[in-house]
């Protein structure tokens, strides 16, 4: 909501949780608005094609996720079937049955967001420690072993950790297994902003080092460099998607089953890939 709410292209916005509980509010207000379309993106289901159906919507659109139940397939307009390429890509092509034109795929923040000026200040280096799955979470210890040797090679640096109010264990954990001399750089957001102040944040970052996570996503749309460390995903379905040059993709997918799946990514591979992205031309 904090992102969205003061964008220019939308005219009203309704939040719903997900829960059964509050959906007969959501409709009521939907009854009101009497949309003509309805493009659910990303939603629960099967509650909101109900609340979209039940809203007297006039035509149903439904980007289906490859796991998700088909039963109320017949009263949708149009959804997505099977898909090979990216998730971004998908929804777009759920669109071109209206005759949009689909070509255009850069995302966009609103107008408030402004990428500042570097004005000489030290490098800052964006490390997202969680992500939504344990497995898609790059260790703890490896982040520390990236945090010294990027200390190490730049002197005039700070390192900017992002994250949710859960997340501070893990910037905790990190904090207290690097030297002295490396936590005097390390500046701790973990759980101190919201989604409009996440994205300030990571339009003041020259790099993030991230997993499959939304930040990595914010920083894509903002123009961000990122790192990205990919085992069980794949980021051909939710990596980078525009900019590419942007963005460096680790992508090893988990060989030893006994260790975490993104054990095999070593902090030596990530730290130049890091180099690789902020210094060369």
Known sequence: MSLVKDYDWFNNIIQWDNKIMRIFPLISKLRKI???LCVILHAHYPYDVMAAL????????RDNYRNDPDHLNPYLDAYSGEFTGHTIARKLELIR???ADVSQNK????SLYKKPLADGRPLRIGFQLGASREARRWPTASFSQLAVALAKHYPNMEIFITGTKAERPLEAELFNAVPAEVRKRIRRYAGKTQ???LTTLIMNLDVLVTGDTGPMHIAVAAGIKTVSLFATANPLYTGPF???ELHKIIHQPPVNQDEH????ISPETVFRAVKSILEDA
Not at 54 to 61: A, R
Not at 107 to 110: I, N, Q, T
């Open 195 to 197: 989604l409009d102040g």
């Open 54 to 61: 039940v809203s007297g919507c006039k035509i149903v659109l």
């Open 261 to 264: 799946p993104m054990q095999g």
């Open 107 to 110: 995302m966009h923040l609103p």
């Open 97 to 99: 049955v209206l005759g």
């Open 242 to 244: 525009q900019d590419l």
């Open 34 to 36: 009497k949309p003509d």
